[in-house]
Nanobody, 117 residues
Framework: QVQLVESGGGLVQAGGSLRLSCTAS????????MGWYRQAPGKQRELAAT???????NYADSVKGRATISRDNAKNTVYLQMNSLKPEDTAVYYC???????????WGQGTQVTVSS
């Protein structure tokens, strides 16, 4: 089992920055890929960024150029640095971890990001 805890959300003005953190516990050595998803009010949850154990990254077009996903293996923590925030970035951001055996995705409880104009 994998447990994920997010932090770092908050209220920022447009153009500001935030760094989200996700700390994993449990079967951390079984995790193949981790990522950040977000869900805006009235919208479906969507991918923001992912990172593999080999540090291969992928970004959604909506955050590309403004977001950086990284991992600190010693702390079992994944980060999402977001710059030049826009009001449309307002959402609950969820950390995700995928393990190999069994192939089960795990989710954190989310952290709220609100960007004011």
């Amino acid at each position: 089992q994998v447990q994920l805890v997010e932090s770092g959300g908050g209220l920022v003005q447009a153009g500001g920055s935030l760094r989200l953190s996700c700390t994993a516990s449990g079967r951390v050595f079984s995790i193949n890929i981790m990522g950040w998803y977000r869900q805006a009010p009235g919208k479906q949850r969507e991918l923001a960024a992912t990172i593999t154990r080999g540090d291969s990254t992928n970004y959604a077009d909506s955050v590309k150029g403004r977001a950086t996903i990284s991992r600190d293996n010693a702390k079992n923590t994944v980060y999402l640095q977001m710059n030049s925030l826009k009001p449309e970035d307002t959402a609950v951001y969820y950390c995700n971890a995928q393990i190999a055996l069994p192939p089960i995705p795990y989710w954190g409880q989310g952290t709220q990001v609100t960007v004011s104009s």
